[in-house]
């Protein structure tokens, strides 16, 4: 397939991007020495520059490889968005060692499971989850436990009075008996900092090919995959976004420095990029630990001026709904980036509609270092594809031979760069990949003669009505633009006369909407196999920490109910 998108690129945005063979640590070294004087990472008010964050890191560093940590070992992470989080993480990956971000949200199986398969043997983690580390933490092989409270980093008045709200107020830390003993050793983030401080940091040599990082698919079908992420994977994509991002920095003046919105969970491979690209180019990273308090969230926009806002379609939805979302200042504002689930229309003609801007969808995985097609930054309007090919990947349409096939046919999306992985953790890689190296994603798409790429499903959700395919997105885009209807999730119930028949789960916006209204609506913009034939009214859709719908758990209760 001809790379037909390189002649639709943007002005300025470059065809490829070349690798420096370099490891994260020079990334780091040289960030922090261009950028020393500026600020780095602002969370509930308290900002550190990049010399206060390059301090701390390195105090972590010095203090990880102090308790004989050695080069390639594995370190967790379990924290929603705090101000340590960026400084643990860089602080491991000086120190030689191997990240795995874990979802603080998980269970106690869950996270006996990534820390097993990972190999892990220090876990930095944050006190509201210990009660689920105490759990298992005696099947595991961690001999360190590094536990940090939420007003850590938040100053010492201010964070105290966090750490008592958290604890009496909103009752969200629960107790534990996590303490040392013959197994692990215990010790506090503020210690090891400290400790840190006063002791000698030996730079490791690292090269683009060690392991940066262990991440760990979402886990909603089976145990989550571990995927190995290199160094290079993630300097090359941290290149690729730089690139893509070349005309929003040309339309600025060169003493503004770009405030990102981290409101996605920086265990999300989404959010961890586009905080190394921050790193990388010299940003200012608001971090929202909770992006579910809506009123926080808008303060928060509220206090200064920002420029980039990526999130999730349920979130750009939660936004909009509320009363103060009108009193934001957009007006420095210059892009909204939805990624992890595809944004409706709906939502995306109301946005635009609130804010002047455009929702621009592009997509990415885990295995891709959350790099793969975006629509370009200059584009006005939401048009409903994924985008186009980034500098330096290669997308092709597939068949389930492996065919490519033309511009315009329907098939299975694979891609292929130094973005993307090269193999899964402890499993047989065998059918992940095409014999010519490119990864076969599991979604269903087609390219366009731009190069522009629409995704109509997963391979998995793709429903299959007497032979007919339908793509829950589709019937979900036309349910969302009932005035009726807030939010809505379409799955597939096996049925003996169709093979299968399609349902919808759908929220209400007016209680007045009636199951013969939804029917009726569908029909006038959609195939008779593609509407609904049963529609269930829900108080709340299931959704993943960062806003994705479940839709594994609504099919699940859909054919029990069945």
Known sequence: MKKVWLENYPKGVVADVS??????????ESSFAKFSQDELITNMGVTYTYAQVDEASKAVAAWLQGVGLKKGSVVAIMMPNV?????????????????????????????????NDSDCKAIFILTPFCATLEKIIGETGIKT???????????????????????????????????????????????????????????????????????????????????????????IATSQYEAWFQPIYDGMTSKEQIN???????????????????????????????????DGFIKTLKSRPFHLLPAVN???????????????????????????????????????????????????MSETIGVGTANPFTNKEFNGSIGMPLPGVDINIRDENENVLEIGEVGELCIKGDNVISSYHNIDNTGFFTADGYLKTGDIGTMDDKGYVKIFDRKKDMIIVSGFNVYPNEVENVIETHSKVAECSVVGVDSESQGQSVKAYVVKSDPSVTEEDIKAFCKEGL??????????????????????ILRHELRKQANQAA
């Open 314 to 364: 349920t979130l750009f939805q939660a936004l909009m709904a509320h009363p103060q979302f009108k009193t934001i200042d957009f007006s420095a504002f210059k892009i909204a980036v939805a990624g992890g689930m595809a944004a409706t229309p709906e939502t995306a003609r109301k946005w635009l509609e609130a804010t002047g801007h455009p929702i621009l969808e592009g997509w990415g």
């Open 145 to 235: 436990v590094v536990c940090s409270d939420i007003g850590d980093m938040l100053g010492t008045v201010k964070g105290k009075i966090v750490d008592l709200a958290a604890k009496y107020v909103k009752k969200a830390v629960p107790a534990h008996t996590l303490k040392s003993n013959s197994q692990y050793k215990v010790h506090s983030y503020k210690s090891i900092v400290r400790k840190g401080k006063g002791m000698r940091y030996t730079r490791p040599q690292m090269n683009a090919k060690d392991v940066a990082l262990l991440t760990y698919t979402g886990g909603t079908t089976g145990m989550a995959k571990g995927i190995i992420v290199s160094h290079h994977n993630v300097e």
């Open 527 to 548: 195939a008779g196999y593609k509407c609904p034939r049963d529609i269930e009214f829900i108080a709340e859709l299931p959704k993943s920490t960062v806003g994705k």
């Open 83 to 115: 101000n340590q989080y960026l400084p643990i993480v860089i602080g491991a990956l000086r120190a030689g060692l191997i990240i795995t971000l874990v979802n603080p949200l998980y269970t106690a199986r869950e996270l006996r499971h990534q820390l």
């Open 260 to 294: 990102t919105i981290v409101a996605l969970p920086l265990y999300h491979i989404f959010a961890f990029v586009i905080s190394m690209v921050g790193i990388r180019v010299g940003q200012h990273l608001t971090l929202i630990t909770n992006p579910r308090d809506i």
């Open 19 to 28: 690798a420096t063979n370099q490891s994260l640590l020079e990334l780091f």
